[in-house]
């Protein structure tokens, strides 16, 4: 279904197909969408209002949905609106590692900046180092060592030529989208005693 603006022009659409179904002669029909295209929000409610006034449906679900879908804002009830389950649909890979990890926050901490080259990355008061070596066999590149340092004003990265403390693949590193990434914490002590901890779930993306 195509939605019109004001100039008659085409500025949204909504695709999805009817499920039909009676159950004792009663519609028990499904309208699946499949996707919903808006430049606002007026017409995005809108593309949805006509979804959930087609007749002869009983439930409006829909597969591809952030995780942060507006519609349960712009239901009367949006207890009504029910999440079945959530799925990763997007995988990353991380081509600049010194960005991604400076960027993350490390117990408490917020991301910094990117460090200067070599080993002169700029210390971080009461927080610790830690010399990655990751393994990219996709992109050699990328494979290298990297000294992250981290601390309560934030974290920096780059490349180093020090003894590794811990070996990492570079498909392992947190914020790619994966499911269940490991979030690397800095341990306390020097960089030669660091490690890398798995604690599950990532509760940054």
Known sequence: MVHRGDDGSADGYVSYRVKSDWVGG??????????????????????????????????????????????????????????????????????????????????????????????????????DALVLDIADAFRPATAGRYLLEAGPDGAACCRTMRPPGAPLEVTR????????????????GNSRNSAIENTGPSTHT
């Open 26 to 127: 009663i519609p028990d029909s499904t309208l699946i969408v499949h996707d919903v295209l808006a430049p606002g929000p007026e017409v995005y409610a809108a593309l949805w209002r006509y979804c959930l006034d087609v007749d002869l449906v009983a439930t409006v679900s829909t597969v591809w949905a952030p995780v942060d879908e507006p519609l349960r804002w712009l239901l009367a009830d949006p207890r009504r609106l029910r999440v079945n389950r959530l799925n990763d649909g997007l995988w990353l890979r991380i081509l600049d590692v010194p960005a991604a990890l400076a960027a993350r926050e490390y117990g408490g901490g917020h991301g910094g900046g990117r460090g200067e080259s070599g080993d002169g990355a700029q210390g971080r008061a009461g927080g």
């Open 173 to 188: 590193i947190p914020g790619q989208g994966r499911r269940d990434p490991p979030v690397v914490y800095i341990s306390s």
